[in-house]
Every structure is written in structure tokens, then in C-alpha cells.
């Protein structure tokens, strides 16, 4: 099915199952303990093997020598597998750095070694016993050191490093009110709960790996491309995945060397990178150091927009993209935009929940409050008065839907906002100074190809495939009220499969286009389907309804279970987008409203309040999608606070590399969250007219809580996690 044109009414548009908050079909199997997670797959590896890795204790540099005697002999262990005995190895396409290094060590905990032992403890004791000696190369693992020097990196998803509109220089100079300002944001990591884990087994020339991976079509192409054997011959299998947030976009060590150990073993074998070496093994959000400078008339209007941003990576690795917020959330004739990308020689940096906007807003909309501060103006009015319903680079291209300013209004309604006391470090709660924050939320609307096959069972359920993964987000249960709708069947008669490459190419998970894409692939099969039914019945498919598991024409009805026979009926189908994301731009939008208290004495900061409100396209699930934006919110708050991998700057590599130095929010950090859905449809999105909204939730949030605590103590920290010594020797005298 394709979709170039604006979708009309169709089948989703009834709103009998899509639309309506249900609970997770997948909940009760996860709940007991039943939800097969890649490590836990006994069922099909019921003799497995354990593997543990290895990871380089240098940054850069070489092995020059790795001692095994001590490990071989080691009891239980049944192969050792290293560079050496790996046979020739490629590198996946959206592999930055090898998955197995040596001899060339190109970041700290790179994998240099698999010991495979009956027993996980086996594994990990003969581990401790290898032995390797490096020789040591200098690196560069300084973000400000490199800045200066970073030069514009070239694009390989073929958008623009550098974007100009106007004349900035000489609107900014000539600016009657004026802001100059950087902030920095540090590196982080995904910190899911699953680690990244596999289990594989080899069938003579065919591999299956069992992983944790929210992209399986790419995984699947990725591993055929680093072992060197024919795609055919790989199966990834993810059904469940326990977090991702874009940590599992990609195979990763996990799953190349369970590969490479089942292969030697001659048996399964399983491995989950220990989580002291997930964050320097796998990728993570790079750090940024972003200046902007913003230009505005005494009335408010800004004449002059600029935001330029630094993050580093390895070599051949890509950049932080957090300008691409600025290029279209306000209105500004003179414009400019750049990002740079400075080599470093930490771990790789890649995609984290919201790549850009969640690091641009943090930066954005500060600087956004701290002008409206100068011009005496109310946060929101200021962001309403530079609103725009067309891409302010390109004014032919509107917005399929903007509603920005209507979710600041109805955020303030309901907020409060009115109550904010606009000068700082007014208002006290006992001990605790308490201000008011707000900002936008903003996060592009990708679309992706994504196709399924549906198969109606001869006692009138449905059946759904596709390689879609579900990591957490609800995927079961929206596909399946998407099928159930289209078909005209209850929830109950739908069985939903999913994360195996063997199933039809979905659009997986990521970037926030999963749920609305692979949907709209589950809706073209199912109207495949439709119309296969009624050419097999003699109907006018358009003039075939579909309701109560019995399809009618006319005054004739007949139940699905019969039209299916004895040999079943099946569709395979996908969507595929045409170009109406070049015509509009599409984009979910919403406004964030934080209250904190911050103690007068100790400078410790307590998020009290919480709002989001989303303009996300129709909502398929209200209470899946809910708790994606108080998920995305927690996160922010983490942002905005207290998350940072500390970087080792003599030897290259985060020091607080697990969940105990890594500081994560917790229950008790979080008080009651608030959101709020606007009622809308966006026919230009995908025939479901649905958006994203996982993403949306964190962009703009950790801004909130800064200004929030600004608003409450009159102190502006740039320096993301605002952190109470940061704040400690600002802090107005304790009175």
C-alpha cells in the first residue's frame, strides 16, 4: 500500500478498539514470569554454554600480548575466543568501531576476549585469569580540549551539518536585546534494566541468535555482514526486549561473540554483557557543548536565531544532532545553524531516547527563558509571538499540524501558571524556595517503510507477524487493536507475533516511527486481506463492512470463520511513504510544566510537580502512551539533575560505568505526573493519522526543571546535571 496522498476515511476512523486506553496484552506474561527474554531462552538452548567478555583495559593502544594457559586449564571452560581464532571478521554498517577488537584497541572495554564454560561461574572465574599485556597509545577524550579544532562533519543520513537563512551577524549585532550563552551537556548512558544479552546456536550453516534488539531486519543484515556469511542464513529472534531507549538499535558484542562461541563450543551458548561494561562497551548519548545566541526587538520578536553545537566521537563515527530543534520550532528571518564533530577516542557515541532534541532543547529552552527574562515578557508569550505554521528555512513548506501554543495554553490553564511569581527566589514553603519552570516540547514525526502478514484462522481469529519489537512500549497491544479494528474483531481473536526475522520487514523500534509505522503496515495487511475476502466472496470490497467477525454486503452476512474454510487465509502487505514528509513537515509538539523546591541551606533540589501536554497525532492507546511520557519525563528529570558519565581524562573511559556510580531517578524522586493528550488527527502522517509520542515526553523537560529551579532560587546553571554544588555557593543567604 502506498501513502502519497493525505489519508481519508477509513476503517481506524470507527475508534471501537484504536483509541481506547487498554491495558497490555502482553502484561500478564511478563508479569508471571513468562516473557521469554533473550537470556532467559532455555526452551530453545536447553544445553547452553555461558560466555563472559573481556573488555580492554586501556582506551587506545594495541595488545601486545594476551596470556590463555591460565584460563584453558581453568576448570569447566570450553573454548577461549580472541581476534586470533575468530577467522576474519567484518564490521557492521552501523558498527562505529569492532565489535572484537585487537590487536588495535580502539576504546576502553572494547571486547578483546569470550571465555566459554559449562557454568556462568566458570566462565567469569577462568575470565579473571587471562592475562594481557597492551602497549599504551595517547588519546584525546577532552570535548572542550578538541572543540576548537573540530571541523563540520559530512552527513551520512543526508541532512545538513550547516544551515544558514538571512544575515545573522549583522540582524544580531543590531539586535536592541541580546543573549550570548553556552551550556553543556554530559555524556550518558541508556541504563535499561535488561542488559544486552544473547543466546545463539548454529544448525550447520545456519545461525539463530536470540537478542535483545529493537531493530531486527538491520541486526539481521549486520551480523551476516561482520561473520561473512549469507544473510539467509541468520535468524534474529527478539520477542521481548526490556528496554532499549537506542542502546539495541544495533547487534553489539553480546551478540557477535555468542555467535563466535556457539560456533567453536559447537553447542549454544548465551551472553549478557556485564553491566560494568555496558557503558564503555556499547554506545551512549555524547556529550555537547552548545552556544546560542539569540537576537530580539523590545517587543519580542526575534530578528536573529544561531545555535552552534560540538559533540565527539571515534573516528568515521556521527555527531550529536541537536541544532535540528532550532532550524524549526520559532520564526526568525536571519538564521544559523551548525554542528561540529571533534574526535575523540572514548567509547562510541550514537542514539539515545530523542537523539538532538533531547540534548538541543536542554539548551534551547533555557535560553529561551533567560530572554524573556530581559525582555520582561512571559515565557509563554514570547515563544507565541515567535510561532510558525511553515519551516522557518523554507516558507513554502507548512506544518501538517502545529499546536505548540495551544499546549502551553492548556498546560498554564491547568498548571496553574498564573500563580508563578515571575522574579526569582520569591516564594518560600518553609525551608524550601520554590519556583516554576516551563518549555516546549518538540520531536520530528519519522515515518518508515514496515509491512505484515496477517493470516485469518479457519475458527475466525486473526493472526499478525511482523519483525516489529516491543521494548517495553506496548507494541502487542496496539497492533493488535489495529488489526482487531480493520478486521472488525474483538481484541480477544487477534494474536499478535512479533521480533523474528523470519516475519515481514517491520519498521522496528526507534526514533519514535515505530508505533505509528509499523501500524500502518498491520492496517495495510489487514485491508489486503479485506479485499482478498471479498473477491473470494463476490463483494464489492468497497461496499464490504467489516464488524462482529462477520463480513456484509448487501443483505448477505457471513462469519469470518467461514470465509477462512480449512485452509486458513492469509495477506502480506506494507506501507510504504511516499514523499509528503518533503511537502509538510511533520512534527509532534507539546509544552512542559515543572514546580521544584529547592533547600534554602543545602541547595538540594525536589521535583514537586509534573505536566506534560502532547499534540502527538491521534493517540492509539491512552494509557500505553501515557506511560511513555511519564517514562520519557523520569528521564528528563535524570537529565536535568543527576545524570553524567564521568569521563577519566588521563585514561579515557567513564569511570561510573554501572548502576551504583551511575545515578539514575528513583521512585522517591518523582512526585505525581500529570498529561495531557490534545484531541487530534494528522491524515498526512500514515492512514492511521497517528504520531509518535515516546520521544516527545523527553524533549524539553530537563529544561523545565532548570528554569523551574531558577525561577525558584534565582541561580542559572549551564552546566548540565544541575548538581546542588552548582547551585551552593550562588544560593541567596539563608535567612
Known sequence: MKFDSPATNNPIDQLKIVGKPTPRIDGPLKTTGLAP??????????????????????????????????????????????????????????????LLGGPVIEHYHQALALVV?????????????????????????????????????????????????????????????????????PDQTHAMMEPHATTAAW??????????????????????????????????????????????????????????????????????????????????RPATIQRIRLGATRDGKLSAISHLSWSGNLPGGSTEPAVDQTRLLYAAPNRETHVRLAVLDLPEGNALRAPGEASGMMALESAMDEIAERLDMDPIELRALND??????????????????????????????????????????????????????????PVMNSGARVRLNKNGSLTVETDMTDIGTGSYTIIAQTAAETMGLTLDKVFVRLGDSNYPVSAGSGGQWGANSSTAGVYAACMKLRGDIAKKLGFDVADATFADGMVRSGDRAVALAEVAGSEDMSAEDKIEFGDLKKKYVQSTFGAHFVEVGVDAATAEIRVRRMLAVCAAGRILNPMAARSQ????????????LIEELAVD????????????????????????????????????????????????????????????????????????PITLDKLLHQMPPVT
Open 37 to 98: 527474554y533473550a537470556y532467559e531462552r532455555h526452551d530453545v538452548a536447553p544445553n547452553a554454554a555461558y560466555g563472559y567478555v573481556v573488555g580492554a583495559g586501556i582506551a587506545k593502544g594495541r595488545i601486545a600480548s594476551m596470556d590463555l594457559r591460565a584460563a584453558r586449564a581453568a576448570p569447566g571452560v570450553l573454548a577461549i575466543i580472541n581476534a586470533r581464532n575468530a577467522g576474519k571478521l567484518g564490521k557492521g554498517k552501523f558498527n562505529t568501531a569492532k
Open 117 to 185: 564454560a559449562e557454568t556462568f561461574e566458570q566462565a567469569r572465574a577462568a575470565a579473571a585469569l587471562v592475562k594481557i599485556e597492551y602497549t599504551t597509545s595517547s588519546g584525546e577524550f577532552d570535548l572542550a580540549v578538541a572543540k576548537d579544532s573540530a571541523p563540520m562533519p559530512g552527513s551520512s543520513d543526508g541532512s545538513p551539518r550547516e544551515k544558514t537563512r538571512g544575515d545573522f551577524a549583522k540582524a544580531f549585532t543590531e539586535a536592541p536585546v541580546q543573549l550570548d550563552v553556552t551550556f553543556t551537556t
Open 629 to 640: 511520557v511519564i517514562g520519557a519525563m523520569t528521564m528528563g528529570v535524570g537529565a536535568a
Open 388 to 445: 510558525t505554521q511553515v519551516d522557518p528555512e523554507n516558507p513554502k513548506r507548512p506544518f501538517s499540524q502545529r499546536r505548540l501554543i495551544e499546549c502551553m495554553r492548556a498546560g498554564a490553564q491547568h498548571f496553574g501558571w498564573n500563580k508563578r511569581n515571575a522574579r526569582p527566589a520569591q516564594v518560600r514553603d518553609g525551608r524550601w524556595m520554590v519556583g516554576m519552570g516551563m518549555a516546549a516540547a518538540y520531536r520530528g514525526n
Open 203 to 284: 544448525e550447520g550453516r545456519k545461525l539463530t541468535v536470540w537478542t535483545a534488539n529493537q531493530m531486527i531486519d538491520w541486526s539481521a543484515s549486520d551480523l551476516a555482514k561482520t561473520l561473512g556469511i549469507p544473510k539467509s542464513d541468520v535468524r534474529v529472534v527478539s520477542p521481548f526486549v526490556g528496554g532499549g531507549f537506542g542502546g539495541k538499535l544495533w547487534i553489539r558484542a553480546d551478540a557477535l561473540l555468542a555467535a563466535l562461541g556457539a560456533r567453536v563450543a559447537g553447542r549454544p551458548v548465551k551472553v549478557a554483557l556485564q553491566r560494568s561494561l555496558i557503558a564503555n562497551n556499547t554506545v551512549h
Open 649 to 720: 581524562k588521563r585514561h579515557g573511559f567513564f569511570v561510573n560505568h554501572d548502576l551504583a556510580g551511575y545515578e539514575v531517578p528513583v521512585h522517591a524522586d518523582i512526585p505525581h505526573q500529570e498529561v495531557i493528550f490534545l484531541d487530534e488527527t494528522d491524515p498526512i502522517s500514515s492512514p492511521m493519522k497517528a504520531k509518535g509520542v515516546g520521544e516527545l515526553g523527553l524533549c524539553g523537560i530537563a529544561a523545565a526543571v532548570a528554569n523551574a529551579v531558577y525561577n525558584a532560587t534565582g541561580v542559572r546553571v549551564r552546566d548540565y
